[in-house]
């Protein structure tokens, strides 16, 4: 019997699984791998199956920046404990309309005050003579914050925080939760392979297919919204030429999407290189249902 058991192998199960692990060695995290290959697969799938997402602190909230100020302290000790490396520190630009975006602005202000960050305010000549191949609204702002904003490869990530659980004493298993059903002093998950696992307390970290399984007494209050995510190849010597490109957020005057990011080229699994591109868009439509029960 485990003293503690999470389920969940992505980003937040893997960093409860490093964290908890620490406090007992006696700790598993339960969830499969990525699969080898997506078209063929309809079990869960991970949030975290991806090589770039943007880090930063300057945003509308200052709690995301006071959570950004956490998340930044503790990436290169994950690394260190792991020896596995994720974090890359290529800062970043946001750019918003000086009226329109005046909210994210006056936000960027007090944040910046807050955390001590180092960022700056361009205008068009100057983001043009440090970043020529950005072609921007030119009534905009750059809103450059510098190092150690930058971008994480979630795959790795996972990697390293399992990794550091298992330096610790933790054990992985590799498959999925279908139901969890509790007692007085223990809690037993089986999995869809048929393995009965028990432990002390368990915690759930399933984000999207929280509802998919009998893992609750009853559903909770969760929606589901797909995300639209662009993935557009590119050569190796074009990647090279963008290898020092900043991670962009735009805000753009449209009536269906709030902001468009983006991640410079990247190499991915098969080998290729792909400059990644998304947006918040504004007419998202809701998933009834994640995954198989």
Not at 110 to 117: A, E, Q, S, Y
Request: glycine share 8%; charged share 25%; aromatic share 10%.
């Amino acid at each position: 019997m485990f003293d503690y058991l999470v389920i969940g192998k992505g980003l937040i199960g893997s960093a409860a699984f490093r964290y908890l692990s620490a406090a007992s060695p006696n700790t598993a995290v339960l969830g499969p791998d990525e699969p080898a290959d997506p078209s063929q697969h309809d079990g869960v799938f991970g949030a975290w199956h991806d090589e770039g997402r943007l880090a930063r602190r300057l945003s509308h909230d200052s709690l995301w920046g006071k959570l950004g100020q956490r998340a930044y302290a503790t990436y290169h000790q994950i690394e260190q404990e792991s020896g596995i490396r994720f974090f890359t520190e290529s800062g970043g630009i946001t750019a918003v309309h000086p009226e329109r975006n005046r909210d994210f602005l006056d936000a960027t202000d007090v944040i910046g005050r807050l955390f001590d960050i180092d960022y700056e305010l361009l205008e068009q000549a100057q983001w043009l003579k440090q970043f020529p191949y950005l072609n921007l609204d030119p009534s905009y702002v750059a809103v450059w914050e510098k190092k150690p904003a930058g971008f994480l490869n979630p795959r790795q990530m996972v990697r390293a925080q399992v990794r550091a659980g298992q330096l610790n004493g933790g054990t992985v298993i590799r498959e999925t939760a279908v139901s969890v059903q509790e007692t007085d002093d223990h809690v037993t998950v089986t999995t869809k392979e048929g393995q009965t696992i028990q432990a002390k307390r368990v915690l759930l970290a399933t984000g999207a297919f929280s509802n998919s399984f009998d893992l609750f007494q009853r559903k909770i209050a969760l929606r589901t919204k797909p995300e639209r995510v662009t993935l557009a190849q590119v050569d190796e010597s074009e990647a090279q030429r963008l290898a020092e490109m900043p991670t962009l957020i735009y805000y753009v005057d449209s009536p269906a999407v709030g902001d468009l990011y983006m991640v410079r080229p990247l190499q991915y699994p098969d080998g290729n290189y792909y400059l990644k591109m998304g947006g918040t868009t504004l007419d998202d439509r809701l998933v009834s249902r994640c995954g198989n029960h």
